[in-house]
């Protein structure tokens, strides 16, 4: 079972990319490529290719915003979140992996002290749920761990986003 800060951090994981990572590229080469191809080539069209990036933009410039908001918001109380995967050598199926994710975070209690503490969940998953560079370093050397420091990933992810406007 995934524990939430999980499924946060994969939520938040998967917008980024789609979203963040790509719209400048889009609009690029939309302005680049795609704007002066039309215009060229099927001139009647070309205000209703603009019009639809913007229609576009309206929803994906807030979505970047709201993804770093929301990761700024998780970093108040997430410090560190690291998966090490290792395979797991006694089953038939020797492409299974163990995942051991180790979370530190700030709670706050009943008294409004703030601690950090550390959560540890295990759990198996399967070769496709193994992080690229992890499985490469399998097939490659036969090293049978690796490790992801999801938190380092993800702020480096954001700080290369760019939000204009």
Do not use: H
């Not at 099927?42 to 770093?68: N, Q, S, W, Y």
């Not at 050598?89 to 503490?117: D, M």
């Not at 380092?152 to 992810?157: Q, S």
């Amino acid at each position: 079972m995934v524990d939430p800060i999980s499924l946060i951090l994969i939520g938040i994981g998967v917008s980024a990319v789609i979203v963040l990572k790509f719209w400048n590229q889009i609009l690029r080469w939309s302005s680049d490529i795609l704007f002066p191809w039309v215009e060229k080539y099927m001139p009647g069209a070309i205000k209703d290719v603009r019009l639809a990036f913007d229609a576009v933009d309206k929803v994906a410039t807030p979505l970047r915003r709201a993804v770093k908001q929301a990761w700024q918001g998780v970093r108040n109380y997430l410090l560190k979140q690291v998966m090490d995967f290792s395979r797991k050598t006694s089953t038939l199926n020797s492409y299974a992996w163990i995942r051991k994710t180790t979370t530190w975070l700030i709670r706050a209690l009943e008294s409004g002290e703030r601690v950090p503490v550390k959560v540890e969940t295990t759990s198996t998953v399967e070769w496709e749920e193994v992080p690229d560079d992890v499985r490469e370093e399998f097939l490659r050397r036969n090293k049978l761990k690796g490790s992801v420091d999801v938190t380092e990933l993800r702020d480096k992810e954001l700080e290369q986003v760019e939000v204009v406007g």
